[in-house]
């Protein structure tokens, strides 16, 4: 590739960046900034209204004299159609390139059924959602799913967890419908991303996020980036085995793995085997709500093997805040407080120093957000901006 003059570095997808971080929001502004000539500056940005990236906006403040131009970011300029597959529920979304909600659908499905039930579900879902926007707004797609996904292939790797997805590469199946760029990440990662993104952006780049639901995961974001390991394996914390969890045999053929003793499934299971008849965790809920001793006991003893497993990844990680999802978090402040109070004990006290244990403030929505965050990092980046000029 010919070396190009310095003052030509600042690509369409970099003067983009400028303008949708806010760092320059004026054609005077880009050229000071990049350097670039004002022709160089024009053919950039008029390249950026053509595609419909950007917008004017003539409305600035009037005084006196005509207010140069300001050049927005244009969020409306299309639409990314985005899903976050659980093990039960799937929440399937349109949003628009700043990762706003446009349409949304919750859905329960069984993930089980596997990709040839799930994802035709999925996309007829995203037609509906679409409604009158044409298919030519559709930018990217993208996917959480429960599965861990192997990152740099894009194929789901999860041999002995959910037998129907292994090795299955989703992205060309979902491109023959919407022929756009396609990304796949774990469900926990994409959840995490999204509370990042949503509520600790700024305040806390080291954010480790667990989901305690029918599984247990982990999705780290390290430097304000998720960290996926050599091979997207990284956060899976639901194997990790725990002291005195009683031999309970895990789906992966170990025993004694946190996902076996202290998630939705294992608080069941327990309560079940003392005699209590509970099918949902929302029965669980009522017995705890009701002052149910063994219950507390139950949910005590699984807030103690998380605690453990947690505490030892916050030595590893040292994040400054843990955040705990998932419905059976979400159901229980004390399954909160007993991780708090395991972890402030049993972690080094540099790492708890400034440490917070919160619960996730964004619910169910997360994984909505963080898989549009996900895909808009991609599409939005100045590489593909400019190699899809
Ligand atoms: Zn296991």
């Not at 894009?154 to 590469?169: D, H, K, L, P, Q």
């Not at 994409?190 to 599984?215: C, M, N, P, W």
Request: glycine fraction near 12%.
């Amino acid at each position: 590739m010919p070396r190009r003059p310095a003052a030509a570095l600042a690509t369409s997808g970099e003067v983009l960046r400028l303008i949708r971080t806010g760092e320059a929001v004026t054609r005077a502004d880009i050229g000071r900034v990049t350097g670039l000539s004002r022709p160089a500056v024009s053919l950039r940005v008029t390249e950026l209204l053509d595609r419909r990236l950007i917008v004017e906006d003539n409305e600035g403040p009037s005084t006196g004299g005509r207010p140069p131009t300001r050049l927005v970011f244009n969020a409306a300029g299309g639409v990314v159609l985005v899903a976050s597959l659980g093990a039960s529920r799937a929440q399937i979304a349109v949003c628009d390139l700043a990762a706003g909600e446009l349409a949304r659908a919750d859905l329960a499905v069984d993930v089980e059924e596997g990709p040839d039930v799930v994802l035709p579900l999925v996309m007829r879902t995203w037609e509906e959602l679409l409604g009158d926007r044409p298919v030519s707004l559709v930018r990217a797609v993208g996917l959480g799913v429960p599965a861990t996904v192997e990152f740099a292939a894009r194929r789901t790797e999860s041999a002995r967890i959910m037998a129907s997805w292994t090795g299955v590469a989703i992205p060309p199946i979902i491109a023959a419908r919407f022929p756009v760029p396609v990304f796949l990440d774990n469900d926990v990662n994409v959840i995490a991303i999204g509370e990042h993104r949503a509520v600790y952006t700024g305040q806390a780049d080291d954010l480790l996020f667990i989901k305690v639901s029918t599984r247990i995961g982990a999705g780290v974001i390290a430097g304000g980036e998720i960290l996926r390991g050599a091979l997207g394996a990284a956060g899976e914390i639901g194997h990790i085995p725990v002291r005195d969890g009683g031999g309970v045999l895990c789906r992966c053929g170990n025993t004694d793995c946190l996902d076996s003793v202290a998630s939705a499934t294992a608080i069941l299971r327990g309560l079940r085997s003392r005699g209590y008849e509970v099918t949902t965790l929302a029965d669980v809920v009522a017995l705890v709500r009701g002052g149910d001793a063994e219950t507390m006991t139950v949910i005590r003893d699984a807030a103690r093997m998380l605690g453990e497993v947690v505490a030892g990844a916050v030595n590893i990680l040292n994040p400054a805040v843990v955040v705990l999802g998932g419905d059976v978090a979400e159901a229980f402040q004390p399954l909160v407080s007993g991780v708090r109070e395991v972890v402030y004990r049993r972690s080094t006290a540099l790492s708890t120093r400034n440490l917070r244990i919160e619960r996730s403030r964004l619910g169910p929505g997360a994984g909505i957000v963080g898989c549009a965050h996900m895909v808009l990092d991609h599409v939005l980046s100045p590489e593909a901006i400019d190699s899809s000029a």
